[in-house]
T-cell receptor, first 114, second 111 residues
């Protein structure tokens, strides 16, 4: 089956710890995205990658880091510098970067920082 | 900054009633996309509108793009329980041409 996988579905961490969220796609898409979703709000873009070995900051990149060493993988690290990390994190991909392209989403990771 | 505003935040309807959500942009959009997120799920693409005044239909769903390309709407006729979820619009951000999202309208079917 083609699609996007995110793991784990639920993640609990203590305050001050870094945590890495996994995102893998087998759609052969060039572009990948990380979004944060808070209750009652739309999706906010954290980072995006237009092609392997390249990534750009989105609107709320502070406290987060990413890498894109393989086309299939785009992990997100939530660092201790992120002031309010508890949220639902969604990874997405599209065939190419840009707002004309349909985005396909993974099931999400719900992060709770205690 | 650039905004995409969506109203209402919630809409409660009886099954069989109609539902409408409205999306307004502070700037002219080249295109707009609509997504649906079921409770506990992830957003799923519904449609993209590109042309001024465009109207597209998918069964009971009707999507419109305004003449000035600054607003859009989604209308569902005769809602069913399968329509429950949150509907998002999204349009391109001027600075980086990535999607900027509305806050969504949650469709709730009254028991």
């Amino acid at each position: 089956d083609g699609g996007i996988t995110q793991s784990p579905k639920y993640l609990f961490r203590k305050e001050g710890q870094n945590v890495t969220l996994s995102c893998e796609q087998n759609l052969n898409h060039d572009a990948m995205y990380w979004y944060r979703q808070d209750p009652g709000q739309g999706l906010r873009l954290i980072y995006y990658s237009q092609i392997v070995n390249d990534f750009q900051k989105g609107d709320i990149a502070e406290g987060y880091s990413v890498s894109r060493e393989k086309k299939e993988s785009f992990p997100l690290t939530v660092t201790s510098a992120q002031k309010n990390p508890t949220a639902f994190y969604l990874c997405a991909s599209s065939i190419e970067s840009g707002a004309y392209n349909e985005q396909f989403f993974g099931p999400g990771t719900r992060l709770t920082v205690l | 900054g650039q905004q995409v505003m969506q109203i209402p935040q919630y809409q409660h309807v009886q099954e069989g009633e109609d539902f409408t959500t409205y999306c307004n942009s502070s700037t002219t959009l080249s295109n707009i996309q609509w997504y649906k997120q079921r409770p506990g799920g992830h957003p799923v693409f519904l449609i993209q509108l590109v042309k001024s005044g465009e109207v597209k239909k998918q069964k009971r769903l009707t999507f419109q793009f305004g003449e000035a390309k600054k607003n859009s709407s989604l209308h569902i006729t005769a809602t069913q329980t399968t329509d429950v979820g949150t509907y998002f619009c999204a349009g391109p951000e001027d600075s980086n041409y990535q999607l900027i999202w509305g806050a969504g309208t949650k469709l709730i079917i009254k028991p």
